[in-house]
């Protein structure tokens, strides 16, 4: 399977962007997709998750109740919808397919499958 992220771009501090990650060569409605983010010079740190069904969703505490993480399965695509946000969300952010429905949704270790990264900028 291929992703793509789309949909970064530069903002202001308490604005707000949608991310998408669309995919071809293979449905992603049996696998958990997850959101990822890594800033300059630091680790790549888990932002989003969702179960293969969509029924279920998981968020990094930084990100709870600003970030929401949905999908579409008609469309291949995942979306993580940004609000609020801050100039710590700078970042290049990216999604991944989950390697087994049954691993942890939390480490970049468990997906198989990564798009190219879209870019975040969040202007103070």
């Known amino acids: 399977v291929q992703l793509q992220a789309y949909g970064g771009g530069l903002v202001q501090a308490g604005g707000f962007l949608r991310l998408s990650c669309a995919a071809s060569g293979r449905t992603l409605s049996s696998y958990g997709m997850g959101w990822f983010r890594q800033a300059p010079e630091k680790e790549r740190e888990f932002v989003a998750a969702?179960?293969?069904?969509?029924?279920?969703?998981y968020y990094a505490d930084s990100v709870k109740g600003r970030f929401t993480i949905s999908r579409v399965k008609a469309e291949n695509t995942v979306y993580l919808q940004m609000n609020s946000l801050k100039p710590e969300d700078t970042a290049v952010y990216y999604c991944a397919r989950q390697r087994y429905s049954s691993g942890s949704y939390y480490f970049p270790r468990e997906y198989d499958s990564w798009g190219q990264g879209t870019l975040v900028t969040v202007s103070s």
């Open positions: 969702i179960n293969w069904s969509g029924v279920s969703t």
